[in-house]
């Protein structure tokens, strides 16, 4: 009833036509309303119709309508709207500032709902659309289309069929540049590219690709800045960029082998300490991210595990095992990574007390961080034989006796019980690695 009638205003073409669509409009945010315009007859050649009209008041209007229809998570109402694809794409080179932002966000709302529309877009021509689009100098464009673009490389096609097209195309470059410029430009725009990026790192598709753009020192040289501004007049979702930076320098660094030189700078780590600082209250889970880098960048490089020692940042280190569940097992995983490297290592870790703390670390309810202080342990007792009687003197060894019944864990708990009471000078530990995943 009331939908048909709220059509008929539309289709009129009375002098009112424009206060029809208007409150067609209002009406199309209600799921069930939505559904049964799409089913009648007529109702969507109606609104493209209106779409494409010269008159300026009525096409800002019927794409009002459509921006609403393109909110509903039905795919039947997304797949309704397909004839209207190609005049979205086609307007995007289009008047206002206001109308081509919305044309976005539309295209970008059907893209989630529906692959058929995806489909429809490709040949459509949207990544040549999207990459002439880019070079627009308003904020508000670049937003919607950074919107646009990551739910296109968030689709399950995309890396068939979606990325080599991005990667064909100039968006790339682009992409780096306005992540790079978030800081002076706006910050908006910066944090969807930034997505874009880490969608299409997460892949495994671009990397060379993005390496040969210069991503790795480019977001690297970002992270000293983010750093450095993040102090308490901190520009506004400064953290919202920070997130996507940080894991996009990790899955690089764990893809590309022997692409650590192009960041090897002892400042990557001053500022990952700075945003660790000032994110962890407010910000657990972007703290997180930056010990997972950190895990990264220590892994299989003796140049950071050395310059966090020699910059004196073990103790900052240390002092984050008691601030969550997986920031234990983060900091105890990269003090495991300073500790394979051996002997001299060991004995900075043994010099800068870490002992004391791992005493409670060895009590906490998490066994995958009770494993990590296991592990760390052993490395510790291999390759620095006095750490294993100073453990025994602070009581390591009733620590140690907790864990000789819990099946994960009691292997290694034993195997360190044998050491910590042998005679000093007796230790029959033997090598072992541990091998870390790679975050995503």
Not at 3 to 11: A, I, K, M
Not at 131 to 142: D, F, G, K, R, T
Not at 336 to 360: D, F, M, S, T, V
Request: with cysteine.
């Amino acid at each position: 009833g009331q939908v048909l009638e709220l059509l008929r205003g539309v289709q009129r073409g009375s002098e009112d036509r424009r206060r029809s669509l208007s409150r067609l409009r209002w009406a199309l945010r209600n799921k069930e309303t939505q559904q049964k315009f799409v089913r009648l007859e007529g109702s969507i050649r109606t609104l493209v119709g209106l779409f494409t009209s010269s008159l300026a008041d009525l096409q800002m209007e019927a794409a009002r309508c459509l921006h609403e229809l393109s909110h509903s998570n039905d795919p039947a109402v997304a797949e309704a709207c397909l004839p209207a694809t190609s005049y979205l794409l086609t307007y995007l080179s289009g008047h206002s500032v206001e109308f081509t932002e919305l044309c976005l966000y539309t295209l970008g709302n059907l893209v989630v709902e529906s692959e058929a529309v995806r489909k429809q877009l490709l040949p459509q021509g949207i990544i040549p659309v999207l990459a002439s689009c880019i070079q627009s100098p308003h904020e508000a464009v670049l937003e919607g289309l950074g919107y646009v673009l990551s739910q296109l490389l968030q689709a399950k096609e995309a890396p068939a069929e979606i990325i080599p097209a991005v990667l064909d195309s100039v968006l790339p470059q682009h992409m780096l540049r306005l992540v790079c410029s978030g800081l002076k430009a706006g910050t908006g725009a910066a944090v969807e590219f930034a997505w874009c990026l880490h969608y299409i790192v997460c892949s495994h598709t671009a990397n060379a690709a993005l390496l040969a753009l210069g991503a790795l020192p480019a977001l690297a040289s970002l992270l000293l800045d983010l750093a450095s501004e993040s102090g308490r007049d901190a520009p506004e979702g400064l953290e919202l960029l920070v997130c996507p930076v940080l894991r996009c320098l990790s899955n690089l660094l764990v893809e590309e082998t022997g692409c650590e030189a192009q960041v090897r700078d002892e400042r990557l780590l001053i500022a990952l300490f700075l945003l660790l600082q000032r994110l962890l209250q407010p910000y657990p889970s972007v703290a997180q991210e930056a010990l997972w880098l950190l895990n990264n960048l220590t892994a299989d490089q003796p140049f950071f595990c050395s310059a966090l020692l020699s910059l004196g940042l073990l103790p900052a280190l240390l002092q984050l095992l008691p601030c969550s569940p997986m920031a234990s097992v983060l900091v105890l995983t990269v003090l495991c990574n300073i500790a394979e490297k051996g002997p001299a290592y060991c004995q900075q870790l043994h010099r800068q007390p870490a002992l004391p703390l791992l005493l409670p670390a060895l009590a906490l309810p998490d066994p995958e961080a009770v494993g990590q202080c296991l592990e760390l342990l052993h490395l510790l007792f291999l390759h620095c034989p006095e750490a294993a009687a100073d453990f025994a003197r602070q009581g390591g060894q009733r620590a140690l006796e907790r864990h000789q019944s819990t099946p994960a864990l009691q292997e290694r708990a034993r195997a360190l019980l044998d050491v910590v009471r042998q005679p000093p000078g007796a230790s029959n530990l033997s090598p072992c690695h541990a091998t870390l995943p790679a975050f995503s």
